[in-house]
T-cell receptor
Framework: ETGVTQSPTHLIKTRGQQVTLRCSSQ?????VSWYQQALGQGPQFIFQ???????GRGNFPPRFSGLQFPNYSSELNVNALELDDSALYLC?????????????FGPGTRLTVT | QKEVEQNSGPLSVPEGAIASLNCTYS??????FFWYRQYSGKSPELIMS????GDKEDGRFTAQLNKASQYVSLLIRDSQPSDSATYLC????????????FGTGTKLQVIP
């Protein structure tokens, strides 16, 4: 069984640029959730994708957008990067969208905005 | 009031002791609760999930849920230095759209 994978591992961008982060879900999982984790904080929910549709969104501006593909992999896109976007971006996959489905995290992408 | 609250710690316990980690949540309708372990610089790793009142045991870990008091805890028996990490409590909140909300985590230090 293949776990959740994310790419790239680390990324350095300049303020105002755009970035795309990628996630491959665990084998058999159809739901992907994205989180932002700032240093010393818990993960903050960005949004969730289920069957290629956004299934819920946290308190993040529209410049955070995403996609899910037919193979359930997903992308997180962030436009007009700001310094505060520097964080660990985590992808989690699950068997479904309900609360009884456990989420399993990938290794994360560390984004630094300068 | 934060949706999910944890004491940030650090919580220091001697090796071999029981570590007790606590979490409270605000949404009385919450039904699913999770504990994750996160080592420094790594991603969260699921330890336990609990859905009904009472205790759930898995090896050295016991999760306890009390929905009336809106309280969930994690006990780690025979604590080992390798248990030193930040422990995140996560709650699936029913209100509005579906999402899992995390606390800020409790840092546990197991002293050899």
């Amino acid at each position: 069984e293949t776990g959740v994978t994310q790419s790239p591992t680390h990324l350095i961008k300049t303020r105002g640029q755009q970035v795309t982060l990628r996630c491959s879900s665990q084998s058999g999982h159809n739901t992907v959730s994205w989180y932002q984790q700032a240093l010393g904080q818990g993960p903050q929910f960005i949004f969730q994708y289920y069957r290629e549709e956004e299934n819920g969104r946290g308190n993040f501006p529209p410049r955070f957008s995403g996609l899910q593909f037919p193979n359930y992999s997903s992308e997180l896109n962030v436009n007009a990067l700001e310094l505060d976007d520097s964080a660990l971006y985590l992808c989690a996959s699950s068997l479904g969208t309900g609360g009884s489905y456990e989420q399993y995290f990938g290794p994360g992408t560390r984004l630094t905005v300068t | 009031q934060k949706e999910v609250e944890q004491n940030s710690g650090p919580l220091s316990v001697p090796e071999g002791a029981i570590a007790s980690l606590n979490c409270t949540y605000s949404d009385r309708g919450s039904q699913s609760f999770f504990w994750y372990r996160q080592y420094s610089g790594k991603s969260p790793e699921l330890i336990m999930s609990i859905y009904s009142n009472g205790d759930k045991e898995d090896g050295r870990f016991t999760a306890q849920l009390n929905k009336a008091s809106q309280y969930v805890s994690l006990l780690i028996r025979d604590s080992q230095p390798s248990d030193s990490a930040t422990y995140l409590c996560a709650v699936w909140l029913i209100g509005g759209y579906q999402k899992v909300t995390f606390g800020t985590g409790t840092k546990l230090q197991v002293i050899p």
